[in-house]
């Protein structure tokens, strides 16, 4: 049977940026899902539904990226988890494994991993989650409800691969976008950098930077042993040497690398701030960045929409982030958010707000 083709508007994306980008359009609904996604030795052609915005392009950090058009194969859409079981379960997909991310009926359950497993051939294991996240490690339990019975996998972001056990290590799927943000700022930079990455896990942040920009050394540290142990294999699995990794509470080490980093990467939304005051005391006392992620709540007020809910959000994370670090350490007078924005949404109106700042005494 022939194949139909369509001529169609695409991005043209680098393959190292290529996951993050698709992310981007997928979030907000501009990429085609009936057409087959193309690609060859260097880049891939993400098939959009229409032309892209200027606020749009900006969104998917568009820069250096082409919008051309392609020939694409159309294919014929298949029947949605939704459609096939009645209701849209919620879950994410990390590496081969699918993990349910709000809890099914124990009666819809093996209807639910098995869909999952017949829409998406990749996927050779399904579990939920059977407890919150806990623990200094902060790490939780699972239930295997389908497939292999194992919580290993080998997940790919952004042309890199990440080997981790889901109830041993903390592992964020939905980061993508935003560690491909941050590992192409490392990139361009116009100077080798000492990067500290203060809440390492098994290295997304690190190990993306430290390929990105092979001029500039990465320092990975975390107090979860197990995360390090998945951090180094994952530093051959992607060929990079410019790290060295540590185990340890920072809150203990951080007088060994005192003055010394040009940026630091503070991802740990719920307790960042308890320990911003080591982060300034590792900080190049010449400047530096932060890249501060912070948890806000905003509910709306009477007669606001959600939207100024999340701007206030975003206000608030600014001001409070600006006068913690005057209150830490009055030697560091400036203080510039070069951006703020919502990463992802972590409740009904709670979200994880992105900061980057350039600190300096």
């Known amino acids: 049977m022939k194949t139909e083709t369509e001529r169609l508007l695409c991005v043209k994306a680098d393959k190292m940026i290529g996951e993050a980008i698709r992310q981007a359009l997928k979030e907000r609904k501009l990429l085609r899902t009936d057409a087959r996604i193309t690609a060859d030795d260097n880049f891939i052609y993400l098939p959009l539904i229409r032309a892209l915005t200027d606020a749009e392009l900006r969104y998917i950090d568009a820069a250096g990226l082409l919008i051309l058009t392609r020939e694409f194969a159309i294919s014929e859409q298949r029947k949605s988890i939704e459609d096939i079981v009645g209701f849209k379960p919620s879950y994410e997909v990390i590496g081969d494994i699918a993990v349910l991310t709000e809890a099914v009926n124990e009666s819809n359950e093996q209807i639910v991993a098995h869909a999952l497993m017949n ?117 051959g699995l992607n060929h990079v040497r410019n790290i060295d990794t540590v185990v340890g509470d920072i809150r203990e080490i951080y007088g060994k690398f005192r003055n010394t980093a040009d940026r630091i990467i503070m991802n740990l939304p719920k307790s960042a701030y308890l320990f911003l005051g080591e982060a300034l005391s590792i900080l190049n006392p010449h400047g530096g960045i932060i890249h501060f992620y912070d948890l806000e709540f905003a509910y709306p007020e009477e007669g606001e929409e959600k939207h100024d809910a999340l701007e206030r959000a975003i206000t608030q994370a600014k001001e409070k982030f600006v006068a913690s670090v005057k209150e830490l350490d009055e030697e560091f007078r400036s203080v510039e958010i070069l951006e703020a924005r919502k990463v992802k949404a972590y409740a009904p109106y709670a979200y994880i707000i992105g900061i980057d700042a350039k600190v300096k005494k």
């Not at 889901?166 to 939905?174: A, D, G, I, S, T």
């Open 119 to 235: 829409r998406h051939k990749n996927i050779k294991v399904v579990a939920k989650r059977i407890s919150p996240v806990e623990g200094v490690f902060r790490t939780r339990r699972l239930g295997i409800i389908a497939g292999e019975h194992r919580t290993e996998t080998m997940h790919t972001e952004n042309a890199c691969r990440f080997k981790l056990d889901l109830e041993k290590v903390y592992f964020n799927p939905r980061l993508a976008g935003e560690r491909n943000r941050v590992a192409l700022q490392a990139a361009r930079s116009v100077k080798a950098e000492e990067v500290l990455d203060m809440f390492a896990g098994v290295g997304p942040f690190s190990i993306q930077i430290a390929k990105r920009a092979p001029q500039s050394h990465v320092t990975a540290i975390d107090v979860n042993p197990e995360a390090i142990r998945y951090l180094r294999e994952n530093m």
